[in-house]
């Protein structure tokens, strides 16, 4: 069974090759998926290393707080990503049209 791995801190030049080199001296690498801002598509310092589990334990251990490329690593296993609320929010919406500001230039409608 494999697990997925958090792999944080990192420098914004790194590649997955990069990633892949490093996590595959503690076994076989399934995927690597480094995490790029949707609208920049610059790299957010983050990614995901999927891997065998026992292999992915190891890995942990090892990497984890070490050195790579001037900064230290955040290895640990990924989380369930909570599940967002959808609830409508995020701007928009209703507005009185009778509802002119604090402007205070103009009268109100009459209908």
Do not use: C, W
Not at 2 to 13: H, M
Not at 38 to 46: D, H, I, K, S, V
Not at 72 to 84: D, F, G, H, T, Y
Not at 85 to 101: A, K, S, T
């Amino acid at each position: 069974m494999s697990k997925t791995l958090f792999v944080g801190n990192l420098p914004f030049n790194t590649t997955e090759g990069e990633i892949h080199n490093l996590f595959s001296q503690y076994g076989s690498v399934i995927s690597v998926k480094l995490i790029a801002d949707r609208e920049t598509g610059r790299p957010r310092g983050f990614g995901f290393v999927e891997m065998e589990a026992a292999e992915a334990a190891a890995a942990i251990s090892a990497l984890n707080e070490t050195d790579f490329n001037g900064r230290p690593l955040r290895v640990n296993e990924a989380q369930e990503r909570a599940p967002r609320d959808n609830g409508g929010g995020g701007g928009g919406g209703f507005r009185n049209r009778d509802d002119r500001g604090d402007r205070g230039d103009r009268r109100p409608r009459r209908f």
